[in-house]
């Protein structure tokens, strides 16, 4: 077995830059919005600093991502280290429901008792919050360039918003004294975390569970793969995710009996198809000869394997 790592280049460096800073000032907003929403009693400071928590463990996701990315597989970890991002995330989405709820169900307490909060406390906080989480939305849109990257900018470029929200709320409790406004901001908040919350469940267990990934289409890739010339029927088709924007497939190909030569061009025409069209690499393509097999419960299986004897009819093709 031979493995291959990915090494970090130049654009790598600079992206791990970005993360590293874009992590230590999300730490530090979270510290400074957790004191400030305890001095000023505001919950939508708090429920900011839960936000935030939030955007600090997604860019620690990714940069543990653009980390381990680089790091080779081994004989015990022949995928890599590309699930130990989708754990981490699925573990933290959890935790993150759960402080969402009990954000929630303390604004609710305080909507039937509003609590006195210092208006101009909240929005010199927010407004810090503003400029740091618009600074590091334009860091990571100029290092944007896979998907990873690009999810990490909309969270961040949407956090911008919600803070400013908050500075809007500060306004309007200064100017109309009604106390009401931080909790009902504090549920707004809330509710965003658990939306966001329960897709990364969503999709990190539908990973864990090796379910075909969001957007592909087996019907589209059968279709696609049986379009090839000297392809007869592909069946058996399995897509599974290996991380976050990582996915693999492995099938079997029934062709007509002809020289591995041949064979092998099929296999590189079906692997172009898979790379350009869905953008799946790693693959695992097993070719199976018309005039020795048949079908059986949605498998192509020897004839003479059936009887008792065993034949070596079979070709496979393994791109990494």
Known sequence: MHVHAAPAGPGAHRTQSVLRF?????????????????????????????????????????????????????????????????????????????ISIWIAAEAIHRISAPVVVQPKLMMIVAAAGVVMNGVIATLLWGVARDVNMR????????????TAAVIAGGAGILFTGQYWIDPVLSLAIAALILYTSFDIVRETLNILLEGTPRGVSLTEIRSDMSAVEG??????????????????????????????????????????????????????????????????????????????????????????
């Open 22 to 98: 874009s992590l230590v000032a999300t730490l530090a907003y979270v510290g400074l919005t957790l004191v400030a929403g305890l001095r000023a009693h505001s919950l939508a400071l708090l429920s900011e600093a839960g936000h935030n928590a939030s955007d600090f463990l997604a860019l620690l996701l990714s940069f543990a991502a653009v980390y381990f990315q680089s790091r080779p597989a081994d004989h015990s970890r022949t995928f890599g280290y590309q699930r130990a991002g989708v754990l981490a995330a699925f573990v933290n989405a959890a935790t993150l429901i759960v």
């Open 151 to 162: 999810s990490a900018f909309i969270h961040m470029a949407g956090d911008t918003l919600s």
């Open 231 to 320: 392809v007869m029927n592909v069946h058996d088709l399995h897509v599974w995710s290996l991380g976050s924007h990582s996915h693999a497939l492995a099938c079997h190909v029934t062709i007509d009996d002809i020289p591995p030569s041949e064979s092998a061009c099929i296999l590189l025409k079906l692997q172009h198809v898979l790379r350009e069209h869905f953008h799946i690499i790693h693959t695992t393509i097993q070719f199976e000869h018309a005039d020795c097999c048949e079908e059986l419960e949605g498998c192509v299986v020897p004839i003479e394997e059936m009887a008792g004897h065993p034949t070596h009819g079979h070709h496979h093709g393994h791109v990494h």
